[in-house]
C-alpha cells in the first residue's frame, strides 16, 4: 500500500522557520516527481512546491518562491519542505502528495497528485 | 497564477446529474489540457477523480466523468449518491512546471 506520512507542523511566530517532512512507503520513492499542497483553514487547495525525482529540479508558487525549499532524501524516502520568513497567510495544513511523473524531467502529462498524505498543520501567529 | 474559477456550490438529488465547471485562461486549461480533478470529504485528504481532463484512476466510478472545452474543464457525476457529498478541485497545469487550483466547489446531495 502507498502510504505518506507528513510531520513537522507546529505553532511558530511570523519571520520563523519550520522544517517539514513527509515519509513514503509502498513505491519505489526515487522514481518519481512529489509536490507540497496547502490548505488555508476554512480555504481551497493552493500548490506550494513540486522536486524531480531525482531532486535535480524544483519548483515553487509565487507566493513561497524564495521562502521556502524543496528537498529530498532518496536513501530515506523521505520528502522535506524547509519554510522560513512564515507570515501569517502560510497558516494552513500542508500535504504531500505524489505523482505520476516518473524520471529526471517531470513530464506536465504526468503532473498530477495520485496519492496524498493527511498533513501537517503549520500556524503562523504572535 | 490566478486561480482557476469555479462554482462556489452545487446541489442534486439522488440519482441526478451534476456538473462542475472550471474555468481558466489559454495559460493554463485552454493552452494545455491537462486537467484533474479532486474529490475532498471534511477533514479528510483529497482524492483523485479524473486526470488528464477525462481519465479515471482505478478504483474511481464510472459515474465520475470528465470534459473540456476551450478554456473551461468539467466535472460530471451521474447517479448521484449520498457519499459524493464533498468538496471538489479543479487543478491545471500552467506551464513552467507549476500547477494552479480551482477555488473549489462544495457538491451537496439533497
Known amino acids: 500500500e502507498v502510504l505518506l506520512l507528513e510531520s513537522g507542523g507546529d505553532l511558530v511566530q511570523p519571520g520563523g522557520s519550520l522544517r517539514l517532512s513527509c515519509a513514503a512507503s509502498?513505491?519505489?520513492?526515487?522514481?518519481?516527481?512529489m509536490t507540497w499542497v496547502r490548505q488555508a483553514p476554512g480555504k481551497g487547495l493552493e500548490w506550494v512546491s513540486a522536486?524531480?525525482?531525482?531532486?535535480?529540479?524544483?519548483y515553487y508558487a509565487d507566493s513561497v518562491k524564495g521562502r521556502f525549499t524543496i528537498s529530498r532524501d532518496n536513501s530515506k524516502d523521505t520528502l522535506i519542505l524547509q519554510l522560513s520568513s512564515l507570515r501569517v497567510e502560510d497558516t494552513a495544513v500542508y500535504f504531500c502528495?505524489?505523482?505520476?511523473?516518473?524520471?529526471?524531467?517531470?513530464?506536465?502529462?504526468?503532473?498530477?497528485?495520485?496519492?496524498w498524505g493527511r498533513g501537517t498543520t503549520v500556524a503562523v501567529s504572535s | 497564477q490566478s486561480a482557476l474559477t469555479q462554482p462556489a456550490s452545487v446541489s442534486g438529488s439522488p440519482g441526478q446529474s451534476i456538473a462542475i465547471s472550471c474555468t481558466g485562461t489559454s495559460s493554463d486549461v485552454g493552452g494545455y489540457g491537462l486537467v484533474s480533478w479532486y474529490q475532498q470529504h471534511p477533514g479528510k485528504a483529497p482524492k483523485l477523480m479524473i486526470y488528464d481532463v477525462s481519465k479515471r484512476p482505478s478504483g474511481v466510478s464510472t459515474r465520475f466523468s470528465g470534459s473540456r472545452s476551450g478554456n473551461t474543464a468539467s466535472l460530471t457525476i451521474s447517479g448521484l449518491q449520498a457519499e459524493d457529498e464533498a468538496d471538489y478541485y479543479c487543478?491545471?497545469?500552467?506551464?513552467?512546471?507549476?500547477?494552479?487550483f480551482g477555488g473549489g466547489t462544495k457538491l451537496t446531495v439533497l
Open positions: 487543478c491545471s497545469y500552467a506551464g513552467s512546471y507549476t500547477l494552479v
Open positions: 502528495a505524489k505523482t505520476e511523473a516518473l524520471g529526471v524531467i517531470i513530464v506536465p502529462e504526468y503532473f498530477y497528485m495520485d496519492v
Open positions: 522536486i524531480s525525482g531525482t531532486g535535480d529540479y524544483t
Open positions: 509502498g513505491f519505489t520513492f526515487s522514481s518519481y516527481a
